[in-house]
């Protein structure tokens, strides 16, 4: 049994195995045409990212809509510089966009000072990413530990939720080690741990099977995809892998900042 | 508390570079510690000095005397309330390194001035009845291992001759910071010595006055000076505090030398320990911009490399005073020039708040580059 209770934030007590939050099925086209309704989890709006590099400016999203249910699992999916990652760091509130609009579970996150978007990351938002980016001299159990330090959660309750995720991602006999003595594989588990410790509202992953072989990319996507479907989390999934997007239920295809094609996966069909 | 973890395990990244940065310190503290003991001991007389106490010597220099008869005169004056008087006696003992001061003083009046000296009954009587009797301090006591009792051969320089004194007592200071280098002989024992006619005899090297008040200082000093402006044996009258300041500028600017080598210790530090954080910020990008992502706030990842940069200031610091505070229990290494050798708890502070500010302003920047890091853009640098 996995429970989370995110006390330091305020929640009230949750578990990723009670959260009941509706399953959406929007159909694939109308997840991308601006006109999802008031129930979405994330909805995008018409938002547009630009760089200036010198003085060219660099357009990488333009106008994009997007709807997003609680407990979907959406791939974006494109080439190099299409906009997937800019778009994964708006969404995750570690970019702000040069114009649009972000509302997830009800906050403008647009329009919110720095400070105050630090902290709703750390409420809302799980990351994971290609590199892990674990703390080299922390174990696992440690690096785990981390989104909780910022809770009021006591030593006792931080170890519980530590261990609950660490059982859940398969690394509960390699709590004590440190992210040099697991393979990739077992890094990017840990560093999902990390992500689900706090119980966020969705989970971001940006390329998460980019650096590891093919049977450690698919026991991870086989632990995101056991996420969504068994603790029903909501899931937004960068990859160049059709392999590893092929287990969403909804491929969104970019391309030069637009999402051009909205392409619903064999599992969502049956 | 919880976060102490995080900072602390953060040393065991780059073991090396971190006990060499600690080293650093350490080594900057020691030499701090060690200037503190230099400047303290030229300064020692300037910190302890009696505010009731003036100092009345010739004013063509600090080397020519007084005649003796000022002794009388200057108890007389109003608001005085003793008088004694002090000659430099300038002996070596078995060879010239192996200095320490000498003074022939008037043993019916120097107690009462300087009651911070403590000897016992005992002994001062027996000091009183020996002509050739002496009073030493106990640094220069232990230094010689000398004991009530001995006999000391001194060879005279400025008075020629050799002198012998007998050990009767013992002084010691009633402050850590009193002076317990002193050896006191009797000046009847000196001035009986001086052949009549010399120029040496009946004088005194410099008068000491004990006011009823340190607030008639600033009269009395214009009133004595006044008093023998047209005479062949002028004076010149200061506080002791300021006698002492002007005996230590003779040894030329210490505080200015001590000043600038700290300095430039610190000034270095400044750049190694910012150097290292610097470099210690750039390694951890990720991590930094990972804590970033996952809530952590820009004020805290500041405070992070922040506190990692004063505990090893800390660190550093401490072993450094502590060297230095063990160096001096072996006492005084300069064979009596510098009597006061000890680092006091004062300047250990002192020390511990200058490595505390070093190690502020050299992690300032680095931590506040780590405050500024944009996520995206540290991530897209892996």
């Known amino acids: 049994m996995f429970r989370l209770a995110v006390i330091g934030h305020g929640f009230h007590a949750v578990g990723l195995d009670s959260i009941a939050r509706p399953i959406g099925r929007l159909p694939s086209s109308r997840r991308v045409d601006g006109r999802g309704d008031a129930n979405t989890l994330i909805s995008v709006r018409n938002l547009s990212k630009t760089y200036r590099r010198g003085s060219e400016e660099i357009q990488v999203l333009q106008g994009l809509n997007l709807d997003v249910d609680a407990g979907d699992s959406v791939a974006f999916m494109g080439p190099s510089g299409s906009g997937k990652t800019t778009l994964l760091n708006l969404l995750g509130g570690l970019d702000v966009p040069t114009h649009g609009s972000i509302r997830v579970a009800g906050d403008e996150v647009t329009s919110m000072s720095a400070g105050k978007l630090t902290a709703w990351r750390g409420r809302h938002v799980g990351f994971v990413f290609q590199m892990f980016n674990l703390i080299p001299v922390l174990t696992a159990f440690q690096n785990v530990e981390l989104p909780l330090l910022l809770t009021r959660l006591s030593k006792s309750e931080r170890r519980q939720h530590v261990e609950a995720a660490l059982s859940l991602v398969g690394l509960a006999d390699r709590m004590n080690h440190y992210p040099r003595q697991l393979s990739g594989g077992q890094e990017q588990r840990v560093a999902i741990a990390r992500s689900i410790v706090t119980d966020p509202t969705f989970l971001l992953c940006d390329e998460p099977t980019g650096d590891l072989d093919r049977k450690s990319a698919d026991d991870v996507m086989a632990l995101l995809e056991q996420l969504v479907s068994s603790h029903k989390k909501t899931l937004l999934l960068v990859t160049h892998d059709p392999r590893a997007a092929e287990r969403a239920q909804v491929v969104l295809h970019l391309d030069k900042g637009v999402l051009v094609e909205a392409q619903t996966t064999v599992g969502e069909q049956a | ?382």
């Open chain 2, 1 to 382: 508390m919880k976060y102490w973890r995080l900072v602390l395990v953060g040393f065991s990244r780059k073991k090396f570079r971190t006990v060499l940065t600690i080293g650093s310190f350490a080594v900057a503290m020691f030499l701090f510690g060690l200037l503190a003991i230099i400047h303290l001991s030229f300064n020692q007389g300037i910190e302890i000095a009696g505010a009731d106490r003036i100092i009345v010597m010739n004013k063509v220099s600090f080397i020519q005397p007084l005649p003796l008869s000022y002794d009388r005169q200057l108890a007389d004056l109003p608001g005085v309330r003793q008088v004694t008087h002090a000659t430099w006696f300038g002996g070596i003992y078995q060879d010239e390194k192996n200095f320490f001061p000498q003074l022939a003083i008037d043993v019916d009046t120097w107690r009462q001035t300087y009651d911070e000296f403590l000897v016992s009954d005992d002994e001062w009587k027996t000091f009183a009845a020996d002509r050739q009797g002496a009073i030493v301090g106990e640094i220069t006591a232990k230094r010689f291992g000398w004991k009530v009792g001995d006999r000391i051969p001194l060879k005279g320089a400025i008075f020629p001759g050799d002198w012998q004194f007998n050990i009767d007592g013992i002084y010691r200071g009633s402050r850590k910071a009193d002076d317990t280098s002193a050896f006191w002989f009797h000046y009847d024992y000196l001035n009986e010595s001086i052949p009549a006619g010399s120029s040496w005899k009946n004088v005194a090297g410099w008068y000491i006055v004990r006011l009823k008040d340190s607030g008639d200082a600033v009269q009395i000093i214009s009133r004595v000076d006044a008093m023998y402006a047209n005479t062949s044996w002028q004076t010149k009258t200061a506080t002791e505090k300021n006698f002492y300041a002007d005996f230590a500028k003779q040894m030329g600017n210490i505080q200015f030398l001590i000043l600038s080598i700290g300095a430039v210790v610190f000034f270095t530090l400044l750049l190694v320990t910012g150097n290292t954080m610097a470099i210690a910020v750039r390694e951890r990008t990720a991590e930094l911009a990972i804590l970033k992502a996952i809530g952590y706030s820009d004020t805290f990842v500041m405070m992070y490399i922040l506190a990692e940069s004063l505990i090893i200031a800390l660190i550093g610091g401490l072993l450094g005073l502590g060297f230095a505070k063990l160096f001096t229990l072996s006492g005084d290494p300069t064979r009596g020039m510098l009597p006061l050798f000890y680092l006091p708890l004062n300047r250990m502070l002192l020390g511990v708040g200058a490595a505390l500010l070093v190690g502020a302003i050299a992690g300032f920047l680095p931590a506040l580059n780590a405050s500024r890091l944009r996520v995206v853009e540290a991530l897209r640098k892996v």
